[in-house]
């Protein structure tokens, strides 16, 4: 999609992905501006009256019995966006920070923040402009949302703080970013500062671009799988479809309807069909990947139901109500998308782990069913993808500690004000962390599977172990003396990553899912 308008109910995960990894362009429709223009009648119409009312009069945090006499209340609101830019460490990615961005706006278009429409539009400038905010990967607690972060974007509106030039990726001052756009800083009014920080747009922005990630990643998952079934001469019986509709887990009958029909068509599978000798049962790796996988994209669905819910939640504090309330809220509080971002990592983190586990059998002499030592043709004087295998379990050993929930952890802060926080931000980013690493354990995967077809010659592959052996054939080469493999397991990472290898088995076998 080229342009994404934004509706006051609203948007799509494909929409918030577009914006963030394809640079679409963004709007607001009328009836987002409607909206917003509602909104901010009532917040006019209480500083007219001189109610206290929190941020708009008030103070923050534990500061908000202070009240904040009319003239000073802009002045309140740029400090609270300085103060709370605080953030420190490594630049968020730019994919990121384009979803916090678009998810602000998001959130002010449902017209219940009571800011201007124009503040939205500032917010669409940037992106419409490639303006990226640096925003540093330290500072948020999920409550009261991603304030620090959002902080760090609000405060390139302002012309402050910093952003990342385009071109380079270093970083240069706020002001400049906005000059060379030809824009314009924005004065902030009465209660428009807390609303562009006050919500979880940063820790939804990760968790819907990891359910992509993920999802793309199990389904790849599958493919190594099968492979590396099909070159241990492993039996596609257990995949059946009729012995997964007895155990009725809808990702486990995906997955294992995934590697069946993987395994089809093999002349390496025919080789030892009727061999009712060659392996009663096979190892669990091999055996149990349906049940393990299928598991995994059962909890992807749930975090998917999370993040989606999330779409359509108004999540600012206070929050503007059509009926002229303006109540505190705590909608803010990220333990749903905490919750969620644990529990899919630790589901990708066991698909990585099988993964390894059937690498390790590819390499053992004694349990590959006839394949060499490391997959090397002259073992001894060669290591094959032995040290391939260190790096998997090393990777294997990461996401087993990234897989501890950072959800249950809360450290008080705020005088005693914000006493329980959700660390959301903090799960959202190892989650990213345990796919990216998923990736490198699905290539080391692929790369061991496809030595071992090639290696089973001159018995023909599947069409999908075809067309793995032709692609990864070109980066790694036949199987014969050590090569530097850094350069290879890279490119293959790409392969995982990437759709060329998928589209080309599914051009044989019909779509994966």
């Known amino acids: 999609m080229s342009t994404v308008t934004i509706e006051p109910d609203g948007m799509t995960a494909a ?104 503040l939205a539009q500032a917010l669409l400038d940037l992106l419409n402009h490639r303006i990226t905010p640096w925003v540093p990967e330290h500072g948020s607690l999920g409550a009261s949302g991603d304030l620090a972060p959002l902080a760090h974007c609000a405060l390139v509106l302002m012309g402050e703080g910093w952003a990342r030039d385009p071109d380079t990726g270093d970083r240069v001052d706020g002001a400049v970013a906005l000059r060379r756009a030809g824009l314009a800083p924005v004065e902030l009014a009465a209660k428009e500062g807390l609303a562009l920080i006050n919500g979880t747009d940063g820790m939804l922005g990760m968790l819907l671009l990891a359910v992509e990630d993920a999802g793309h990643l199990f389904t790849m998952a599958d493919v190594t799988a099968a492979l590396a079934i099909e070159a241990m001469l492993g039996s596609d019986r257990p995949f059946q479809a009729d012995l997964h509709t007895i155990r009725p887990h809808p990702g486990q009958g995906v997955s ?14 025919d080789s030892h069909r009727d061999d009712l000798l060659h392996a009663v049962q096979d190892a669990y790796s091999m055996r149990c990947a349906p049940q393990v996988a299928g598991a995994a994209r ?11 819910r999330e779409l359509r939640s108004v999540v600012d504090n206070p929050v503007v109500l059509p009926d002229g309330r303006v109540e505190s809220t705590g909608n803010f509080h990220g333990a749903p998308l905490g919750f969620a971002a644990d529990f899919l990592a630790i589901a990708a983190a066991e698909v990585g782990s099988i993964s390894e586990r059937r690498v390790d059998r590819l390499l ?44 249950v952890d809360s450290v008080p802060t705020s005088g005693m004000q914000e006493d329980h926080v959700s660390m959301g931000w903090a799960a959202t980013r190892k989650l990213r962390t345990v796919l990216d690493n998923l990736t490198s354990l ?65 051009s044989e076998i019909g779509p994966l899912h």
């Not at 294992?256 to 599978?269: E, F, K, T, Y």
């Not at 069913?369 to 294997?396: C, E, K, W």
């Open 15 to 118: 929409q918030v992905r577009a914006v963030a990894r394809d640079g679409a362009r963004v709007e607001l429709s009328p009836g987002a501006v409607a909206a917003m223009t509602r909104s901010r009648d009532i917040v006019e119409s209480i500083e007219r009256d001189g109610r206290p009312v929190y941020g708009v009069s008030t103070g923050f945090g534990a500061l908000a019995s202070s009240f904040v006499a009319p003239d000073r209340r802009s002045e309140l609101q740029h400090a609270l966006i300085r103060s709370h830019a605080a953030g420190v460490g490594a630049p968020m990615p730019d994919e990121v920070v384009r979803a916090m961005l678009v998810l602000r706006v998001r959130s002010l278009a449902l017209g219940r923040s009571g800011v201007r429409p124009l």
């Open 256 to 269: 294992a309807g995934n590697i069946h029909r993987l395994l089809q068509d093999s002349a390496v599978m």
């Open 298 to 308: 059962d909890t992807l669905a749930f975090a998917g139901t999370v993040a989606g």
């Open 364 to 407: 053992d002499v004694n349990r590959s069913r006839g394949l060499p030592a490391f997959l090397s043709p002259d073992a001894g004087v060669n290591s094959g993808l032995m040290i391939a295998q260190y790096t998997a379990a090393g990777i294997v050993a990461e996401n087993r500690r990234l897989a501890a929930p950072a959800s």
């Open 442 to 506: 699905l290539a080391v995967e692929l790369l061991a599977a496809v030595r071992g077809l090639q290696l089973r010659a001159p018995l023909r592959p599947s069409p999908a172990g075809q067309a793995a052996v032709k692609l990864v054939g070109a980066l790694a080469g036949q199987p014969g003396p050590d090569i530097f493999l850094a350069p290879v397991l890279e490119a293959v990472r790409d392969v995982v990553a990437g759709r060329e290898l998928r589209t080309a088995i599914e």
